[in-house]
């Protein structure tokens, strides 16, 4: 019988957020400190346990560690001695708080991986990873053969806590304990799994374990002790000698190198020694076929190779042109969004290199602004090489000019190749996967035009100052491909052209876009007149010389956005423009901030200058909250519904189905079992309150869940006839129960109207498609059943506390509702609009008692303009009547994909987002 093995995962809560506090003029000074003061404390804290306990580091992917232990005893004991650790010596962060870690524990027989025997694979790894998905910080998670091997031995000031059955993606529904080690007790799981099992994970060869030992490190030390610090004390390497650490990702760091006899400054990338000590001889081999292919690469906008190691030497690396400039991520981190010209430009130029790249077979796989530089050349460097005199003619002599430079070719891949690329070794994933494309996401055999999106991510991020999907809830695959590019919301124009051809850049599907990257080129073009990209570059190196404004928005490493989703909830005028100007005109400014105070009329003029930043500010943040927040959740769940609505075996099912059997039956039929797995399956990505299928009558004919949770006994709707319900039917109320004779199904989604629980009095929607059938081809199609699932309006997240910043989010249906009663006639419903369906304050109030109405005021603006802005209303569930409020509302939309054709139609829910603020008084 097979060893078992205890695998461990464990990270820091809010790493991301963590490195955006971090104090630092750039994304790599904030990663830099961000590992100086919070990772390697927490790593030293790891290694302090581990080898008295007899466990290994696996793998790490940034602050993640996949770990294994031949003991379950001393697996929970190593994780209680962490937590308490950090607990007794805490990591403190730039705010002042403390850092937290969440632990997760399963036990099972390990799978070795076949690429590579240091590594772990399996479903084993793959339960303690999704269970580490639901735990919070201070937390330590364990399955339930962890719990019953701890609890029969009866380990001291242990003990355990059921959170009940949680669904693991690829596993199932499982029970969750909690390992608790304190005087806490149990702390809450997170609602929702946020996983990392998307993070790219760098393997640790085996070192110490069960006896092991190596010639390249000490004996007796952990595992992971000298690989986690190995590169830090490289000083030569080759012919160069080694100064600044100019960057690090997961496969290797990247140095700033001088020539030891001629004294030349280059850029030099080190593979991180693991990937040597693992004697992964693939990733080697892959890495000189790529420094061979780009070696003859030699371009302007192109980072030149120079040198490298040999195959058969104990370090490699690679030599590139030094590139004294700005990386466009800190540029933009600077200057803010670029003016359209200097985009433009900066754009039009790295599509010119890709041409180039794309013309030699190749594809770079990694566009994004960090790997953009921008730099000074003078006229005579650029002119000295005869093949490029024909693209400098009428300039002067001597003149500089703003060159882009496209960086990180050493990784790029050859397109004919199927291998994975080197940087799926990467560990900053968020950063790369906020430009890659859609198919990047599910294959690595993509062509030029992947980079041609990344390059119109690129193009969004200069002039939005972000990346295009930065604040979007989902994830930033299902972003790429399921949301609708945000507009730019600048100070400047961007032409309609020009938003036309970034949408055609950022197409979802390859063949939408353009074919080349010459094309792009040829595109931008007319709009990079007048740019200033040596003044963009003179500006950043000397910005007290130039005039330039320090800044803070949202690059590809995830640094926060200094845009409208990010500032306080104040709408007071900016005022950071009082710093650098001088003691003398800060004094003046303070008196003329105080005659304001003191008048009447500048008392007014604040309120003004308050009101016209809520009016610039809202709209956004409610089309955003409308497009990628609601429309995009009510876009998701139909995409589920439809999808499983067009599988085959479920028509078979609906065909041969036999009521008296599904009676006796019950939760063993066939429709039961299909039905339950299906909402089962998609729990995590669609909160639903029930799934239910009715056949072309409006009869019930399967649901889940199938037994009322209060009385244990089956829903009284199984089985019923839901005919009159307008989910079926489509219109737009229920009808009376003794009227459906002439109704038909729906023939298309629907949204149906918002309705109270009469299980939980709370407020409800249905969303329900058609199922269809295959007749032969002479036939029409009909539907022979609908799908549907109900949703409580509270599923429908908007947004973290955090990213609200103080600003209040309320849905409100506009569509006609019938759910007051006619005071006058208590058999007759009320036709009314404006329902509010979400408010900060509802949980303060019964449905059942209370139907909150929006403003009139409000209401008469919505029916006037689909979106708009209101000032001076009131909020009928304020907790001060008398209080006013500005907002903005923007109409919620979602898509519809049609199974067959293809074919995307944007449809109105009815639905509005309304986001407000206090209006400021005086």
């Known amino acids: 019988?097979?060893?078992?093995?205890?695998?461990?995962?464990?990270?820091?809560?809010?790493?991301?957020?963590?490195?955006?506090?971090?104090?630092?003029?750039?994304?790599?000074?904030?990663?830099?400190?961000?590992?100086?003061?919070?990772?390697?404390?927490?790593?030293?804290?790891?290694?302090?346990?581990?080898?008295?306990?007899?466990?290994?580091?696996?793998?790490?992917?940034?602050?993640?560690?996949?770990?294994?232990?031949?003991?379950?005893?001393?697996?929970?004991?190593?994780?209680?001695?962490?937590?308490?650790?950090?607990?007794?010596?805490?990591?403190?962060?730039?705010?002042?708080?403390?850092?937290?870690?969440?632990?997760?524990?399963?036990?099972?027989?390990?799978?070795?991986?076949?690429?590579?025997?240091?590594?772990?694979?399996?479903?084993?790894?793959?339960?303690?990873?999704?269970?580490?998905?639901?735990?919070?910080?201070?937390?330590?998670?364990?399955?339930?053969?962890?719990?019953?091997?701890?609890?029969?031995?009866?380990?001291e000031d242990i003990s355990f806590h059921l959170h009940g059955r949680r669904h693991l993606k690829g596993i199932g529904r499982v029970e969750v304990h909690e390992l608790i080690y304190d005087d806490h007790g149990p702390r809450a799981l997170r609602q929702l799994p946020a996983s990392h099992s998307d993070r790219e994970w760098t393997v640790i060869p085996t070192v110490g374990f069960e006896g092991g030992g190596s010639d390249t490190h000490p004996r007796g030390a952990p595992a992971s002790e000298t690989l986690l610090t190995a590169s830090h004390g490289l000083k030569h390497i080759g012919n160069y000698e080694l100064e600044e650490m100019l960057g690090s990702g997961g496969m290797g760091d990247v140095y700033k190198g001088r020539h030891s006899q001629f004294d030349r400054v280059r850029a030099i990338k080190v593979i991180k020694p693991q990937f040597v000590a693992a004697g992964n001889q693939d990733v080697i081999r892959r890495f000189y076929q790529e420094i061979k292919a780009i070696g003859a690469l030699e371009h302007k906008n192109i980072a030149a190779a120079i040198d490298s190691s040999a195959p058969t030497d104990r370090m490699h690396y690679l030599v590139m042109e030094y590139i004294d400039g700005v990386a466009l991520n800190d540029l933009v981190e600077q200057h803010g969004p670029l003016p359209v010209a200097d985009a433009c430009e900066i754009i039009r130029q790295a599509a010119r290199g890709l041409q180039f790249i794309h013309r030699h077979g190749m594809v770079h796989r990694d566009i994004k602004p960090s790997n953009l530089m921008l730099t000074l050349v003078d006229h005579e460097d650029i002119a000295t090489d005869a093949s490029l005199l024909g693209e400098t003619e009428g300039h002067e002599q001597g003149k500089l000019h703003g060159v882009v430079k496209i960086l990180d070719l050493g990784l790029a891949l050859l397109s004919e190749e199927k291998h994975d690329r080197l940087t799926l070794y990467d560990n900053k994933a968020m950063g790369t996967g906020m430009y890659m494309s859609p198919e990047q996401w599910k294959t690595t055999s993509v062509d030029i035009r992947a980079d041609i999106y990344s390059l119109g991510c690129t193009l969004y991020h200069l002039l939005a100052g972000h990346p295009p999907f930065a604040e979007s809830d989902l994830r930033p695959e299902k972003a790429h491909e399921k949301s609708r590019i945000p507009p730019i919301r600048t100070k400047q124009p961007i032409p309609r052209k020009l938003w036309d051809i970034l949408r055609m850049m950022l197409a979802k599907r390859p063949e939408d876009r353009y074919a080349t990257p010459a094309e792009v080129a040829a595109e931008l073009t007319p709009y990079v007149e007048g740019n200033g990209l040596v003044g963009l570059v003179q500006g950043y190196l000397d910005p007290e010389k130039n005039g330039s404004t320090v800044r803070h928005t949202k690059t590809d490493s995830g640094a926060r956005v200094d845009t409208w989703l990010s500032r306080g909830s104040s709408l007071y005028p900016d005022r950071r423009w009082l710093l650098g100007t001088g003691l003398p005109l800060l004094v003046a400014a303070l008196g003329v901030v105080f005659l304001l105070w003191s008048s009447k009329r500048s008392h007014q003029a604040i309120i003004n200058e308050s009101l016209q930043q809520a009016k610039n500010t809202l709209p956004t943040f409610a089309e955003h909250v409308a497009q990628e927040d609601i429309g995009g959740q009510l876009t998701e769940r139909f995409r589920i519904l439809q999808a499983a609505a067009a599988e085959p075996e479920l028509l078979a099912m609906i065909e041969r189905f036999d009521p008296e059997l599904a009676r006796q039956q019950l939760a063993k039929h066939e429709l039961q079992s299909w039905i339950r797995e299906h909402r089962r399956d998609n729990i995590d990505d669609a909160e639903s309150g029930s799934w239910f299928l009715d056949d072309r009558t409006g009869k019930q004919i399967a649901r889940h869940p199938l037994i009322d949770a209060k009385t244990n006994a089956i829903v009284d709707s199984f089985l019923q006839s839901y005919a009159y319900r307008n989910y079926f039917h489509g219109e737009k109320r229920d009808r009376p129960r003794d009227q459906v004779t002439d109704l038909l199904p729906i023939t298309e989604p629907n949204l149906s109207a918002v309705y109270i629980s009469s299980t939980t009095n709370k407020l409800k929607v249905a969303l329900s498609v058609p199922v269809w059938n295959q007749p032969e081809e002479s036939q029409e199609p009909t539907v022979v059943a609908v799908l549907a699932m109900s949703v409580g309006l509270e599923a429908f997240e908007v947004l973290s506390p955090k990213k609200k910043q103080g600003k209040d989010i309320i849905i409100a249906d506009l569509r006609d509702d019938y759910l007051e009663q006619d005071p006058t006639n208590p058999e007759k419903k009320i036709e009314r609009k404006g329902m509010v369906l979400q408010h900060p304050l509802r949980g303060h109030w019964k449905e059942e008692n209370l139907k909150p109405r929006l403003a009139v005021e409000v209401l008469q603006a919505m029916e006037q303009n689909p979106s708009g802005f209101v000032s001076d209303y009131h909020d009928p569930l304020s907790h001060d009547p008398q209080a006013k409020f500005w907002g903005a509302y923007e109409p919620v939309e979602y898509e519809i994909v049609d199974p067959q054709t293809g074919k995307r139609t944007i449809v109105s829910s009815g639905w509005v987002v309304l986001t407000q603020v206090r209006a400021i008084d005086y």
């Open 1 to 155: 019988m097979a060893e078992l093995k205890t695998f461990l995962f464990t990270d820091i809560c809010r790493s991301v957020d963590l490195k955006n506090e971090m104090v630092g003029r750039s994304v790599t000074e904030r990663d830099m400190a961000f590992i100086e003061s919070i990772l390697t404390p927490h790593r030293g804290r790891i290694e302090a346990h581990l080898e008295e306990q007899g466990g290994r580091v696996v793998s790490t992917a940034g602050d993640g560690h996949f770990l294994v232990f031949g003991s379950t005893i001393q697996a929970a004991q190593w994780a209680v001695d962490v937590q308490r650790d950090h607990r007794e010596n805490p990591i403190v962060t730039p705010d002042g708080g403390q850092v937290e870690v969440r632990i997760s524990v399963h036990v099972g027989v390990p799978q070795a991986d076949p690429a590579d025997e240091s590594n772990f694979v399996g479903k084993s790894v793959d339960y303690a990873s999704r269970l580490n998905d639901y735990a919070t910080g201070e937390q330590i998670l364990v399955s339930r053969s962890v719990m019953a091997i701890l609890d029969d031995i009866g380990l």
